[in-house]
C-alpha cells in the first residue's frame, strides 16, 4: 500500500510519515522489504521549502522510525545525508529508539523477498502470492505496499516534504535508492514541495522531484501541469508522486496502474485514490 497524504500543516509532515512507519503494512520502518541478504536498510528525507534545509539517511537498520532521524540529521549536524554506521552512530548519540534489526522484517517481507529471488528480480514491494493468504495478495502489481510520502503546507505557506523507504526487494547491500537522494525522491523550495515513489534508479536519472519545481519556476507551469509533465517524461510504471505547492495546489499523479494516496485540507475536506481516476488532488 502506498498512502502519501498532503497533509495542511507543514510541521505535521514528519509525524504523519512516523504513524506509516510503525504500520507494517507500508514499505517503510517496520514492513521495510529485504536486501538480498534477507536484512532492512531503511531510507528517509526530509526537507523544508522556505529555508531548504534537510536532512536524509540510508543503510539503516535499528532506528524505529527514520524520518526522525533525518530530520535530526537536518537539525543537529553541520550536514545533509548520514549513511550506514556513521547514521546508525548518530542515532545512538541522540537518543532515538531503536530496535534489533529481526524488528523489522515481517514474514511477508520474507515471502517477498523468496518470490523476487526465485525470479531473479529487483522488484518494488508487490507480492505475486503470499502462502495463506492468496486471496489478498492478488498476482498483479496492486498489491504493493509502498514506499511512504507527505508534502505539507501550513497557513503561513510554509513548504515540506518527508519520504521514508525500505527501497527495493532483493536490492543489493549497500544500495541507496531516490528516497533520501535531494532532488530525486524528496524535495522542496519556496514554490512546492514533492515526495516521489517508484523505482529508484529511474526517478534518480530523471531528477524528479527537483524537476517538477524547475519546470513550475522555468517554464511558469502549475503545479498540476509541472507534475503531469515530469512523470510523463519518466518509463511508464516507474513513478508516482505526491506534491503541493505554495497557492495550495495538489498534485498526486502515478504512470503506474495504482498508487494510494490521500489529500486532506483544512475545513475538513479530504479525498482518497488510489486509480488513475479517483482523486488526483483538488484539495
Ligand atoms: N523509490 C523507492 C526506491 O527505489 C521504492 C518505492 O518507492 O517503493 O528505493
Same mark, same amino acid.
Request: net charge negative.
Given at each position: 500500500?502506498?498512502?502519501?497524504?498532503?497533509?495542511?500543516?507543514?510541521?505535521?509532515?514528519?509525524?504523519?510519515?512516523?504513524?506509516?512507519?510503525?504500520?507494517?503494512?507500508?514499505?517503510?520502518?517496520?514492513?521495510?522489504?529485504?536486501?538480498?541478504?534477507?536484512?532492512?536498510?531503511?531510507?528517509?528525507?526530509?526537507?523544508?521549502?522556505?529555508?531548504?534545509?534537510?536532512?536524509?539517511?540510508?543503510?539503516?537498520?535499528?532506528?524505529?522510525?527514520?524520518?526522525?532521524? @533525518? !530530520?535530526? =540529521?537536518?537539525?543537529?549536524?553541520? &550536514?545533509?545525508? %548520514?549513511?550506514?554506521?556513521? *547514521?546508525? $552512530?548518530?542515532?545512538?548519540?541522540?537518543?532515538?529508539?531503536?530496535?534489533?534489526?529481526?524488528?523489522?522484517?515481517?514474514?511477508?517481507?520474507?515471502?517477498?523477498?523468496?518470490?523476487?529471488?526465485?525470479?531473479?528480480?529487483?522488484?518494488?514491494?508487490?507480492?505475486?502470492?503470499?502462502?495463506?493468504?492468496?486471496?489478498?495478495?492478488?498476482?498483479?502489481?496492486?498489491?504493493?505496499?509502498?514506499?511512504?510520502?507527505?508534502?505539507?503546507?501550513?497557513?503561513?505557506?510554509?513548504?515540506?516534504?518527508?519520504?521514508?523507504?525500505?527501497?527495493?526487494?532483493?536490492?543489493?547491500?549497500?544500495?541507496?535508492?531516490?528516497?533520501?537522494?535531494?532532488?530525486?525522491?524528496?524535495?522542496?523550495?519556496?514554490?512546492?514541495?514533492?515526495?516521489?515513489?517508484?523505482?529508484?534508479?529511474?526517478?534518480?536519472?530523471?531528477?524528479? @522531484? !527537483?524537476? =517538477?519545481?524547475?519546470?513550475?519556476? &522555468?517554464?511558469? %507551469?502549475?503545479?498540476?501541469? *509541472?507534475? $503531469?509533465?515530469?512523470?510523463?517524461?519518466?518509463?511508464?510504471?516507474?513513478?508516482?508522486?505526491?506534491?503541493?505547492?505554495?497557492?495550495?495546489?495538489?498534485?498526486?499523479?502515478?504512470?503506474?496502474?495504482?498508487?494510494?494516496?490521500?489529500?486532506?485540507?483544512?475545513?475538513?475536506?479530504?479525498?482518497?485514490?488510489?486509480?488513475?481516476?479517483?482523486?488526483?488532488?483538488?484539495?
Amino acid at each position: 500500500m502506498r498512502l502519501r497524504p498532503a497533509c495542511p500543516r507543514a510541521r505535521l509532515h514528519a509525524l504523519q510519515v512516523r504513524e506509516m512507519e510503525n504500520c507494517p503494512h507500508f514499505n517503510a520502518g517496520r514492513g521495510s522489504v529485504l536486501t538480498t541478504d534477507g536484512t532492512v536498510e531503511m531510507e528517509a528525507c526530509v526537507m523544508d521549502g522556505n529555508t531548504m534545509r534537510c536532512g536524509a539517511v540510508s543503510g539503516i537498520s535499528t532506528v524505529v522510525n527514520p524520518v526522525s532521524l @533525518a !530530520r535530526l =540529521v537536518m537539525e543537529k549536524t553541520p &550536514h545533509i545525508y %548520514l549513511a550506514f554506521d556513521g *547514521a546508525e $552512530a548518530f542515532a545512538r548519540e541522540q537518543g532515538v529508539e531503536t530496535m534489533d534489526p529481526s524488528h523489522f522484517v515481517t514474514e511477508e517481507n520474507k515471502e517477498r523477498l523468496r518470490q523476487a529471488k526465485e525470479a531473479n528480480r529487483v522488484q518494488i514491494d508487490y507480492t505475486q502470492q503470499i502462502k495463506g493468504q492468496e486471496t489478498q495478495a492478488p498476482k498483479d502489481d496492486n498489491s504493493r505496499i509502498g514506499t511512504v510520502g507527505c508534502v505539507a503546507i501550513d497557513a503561513a505557506g510554509n513548504l515540506a516534504t518527508a519520504t521514508s523507504t525500505g527501497g527495493l526487494v532483493n536490492k543489493m547491500v549497500g544500495r541507496i535508492g531516490d528516497t533520501p537522494v535531494i532532488g530525486a525522491g524528496t524535495y522542496a523550495n519556496s514554490l512546492c514541495a514533492v515526495s516521489a515513489t517508484g523505482k529508484g534508479e529511474a526517478i534518480i536519472r530523471h531528477t524528479v @522531484a !527537483r524537476d =517538477v519545481a524547475a519546470v513550475m519556476e &522555468h517554464g511558469g %507551469l502549475s503545479l498540476q501541469e *509541472a507534475a $503531469a509533465r515530469v512523470v510523463a517524461g519518466v518509463p511508464p510504471g516507474n513513478v508516482g508522486l505526491v506534491a503541493v505547492s505554495a497557492a495550495g495546489e495538489v498534485s498526486m499523479v502515478h504512470n503506474t496502474t495504482g498508487m494510494f494516496r490521500a489529500c486532506a485540507a483544512e475545513g475538513g475536506h479530504s479525498e482518497v485514490g488510489i486509480w488513475h481516476d479517483d482523486a488526483n488532488g483538488h484539495c
